[in-house]
């Protein structure tokens, strides 16, 4: 016979303090003694107690999940990003829902935030390359959370996290030229990447100012 699931209320009162305690410690409050929470989360661990995010949110309480729109994880850099996203989403005390597209049925950007947001989430990072268009189009389309573009140009007008891959790219071909060298290649990333196109029109115009062949 399955054993019945714990409770907040179980773990309170193995812990000998209100349920009101053991919310705060589930949430992270500093207003807890360090002794207080060391017996809650004993609690916890003990009786096997998993909070139920969905209750917490439908009762109004903030959401503590984020969600992640993204490309392919079979690729080396979207999975360290999505492992990276996950673990510091981890140490802030949020869980990641992770929707990833497939190009096989065609399934959108947009399929994949309300896939998310049927599961209540209300903050979602994606990482697909964007042109500035399609992101703003997104972020419009989507006004009712909070949307974050990892894979966009940094100068759009989206909130977005991200370097200026032109920037980089600039200065290599700047360091390259002054330590002599005059052919000078670029390894370029996919086509399909905002970065990339970012990279490549920098190297270009770069080394057009510098009068070298390419």
């Not at 714990?6 to 053991?22: F, I």
């Not at 409050?29 to 003990?46: D, G, M, P, Q, Y």
């Not at 690729?75 to 999505?82: E, T």
Request: glycine share 4%; aromatic share 6%.
């Amino acid at each position: 016979m399955k054993s019945k699931s714990a409770t907040l209320e179980d773990v309170a009162r193995h812990a000998g303090v209100s349920y009101q305690t053991v919310s705060r410690v589930l949430n992270k409050s500093a207003n807890v003694s360090e002794a207080t929470r060391h017996k809650v989360e004993k609690s916890i661990e003990l009786l096997r107690y998993v909070p139920n995010r969905l209750a917490q949110q439908l009762v109004g309480k903030q959401s503590r999940t984020v969600g992640l729109v993204t490309i392919s994880l079979a690729l080396h850099a979207p999975s360290q990003v999505a492992a990276a996203v996950k673990r510091y989403a981890n140490v802030e005390g949020y869980q990641v829902l992770i929707s990833m597209i497939d190009e096989s049925v065609n399934q959108s950007i947009q399929d994949s935030i309300n896939e998310l947001k049927s599961q209540l989430v209300d903050k979602v990072i994606i990482n697909v390359p964007l042109d500035t268009e399609q992101a703003q189009k997104i972020a419009a389309d989507n006004d009712d959370i909070v949307c974050l573009f990892l894979d966009v140009d940094p100068y759009s007008s989206v909130f977005n996290v991200s370097f200026n891959p032109a920037d980089g790219t600039r200065a290599s071909v700047k360091y390259l030229y002054e330590m002599g060298h005059r052919e000078i290649a670029l390894l370029a990333g996919p086509e399909s990447s905002v970065s990339a196109r970012l990279r490549l029109k920098s190297w270009l115009e770069t080394l057009e100012g510098y009068g070298c062949s390419r």
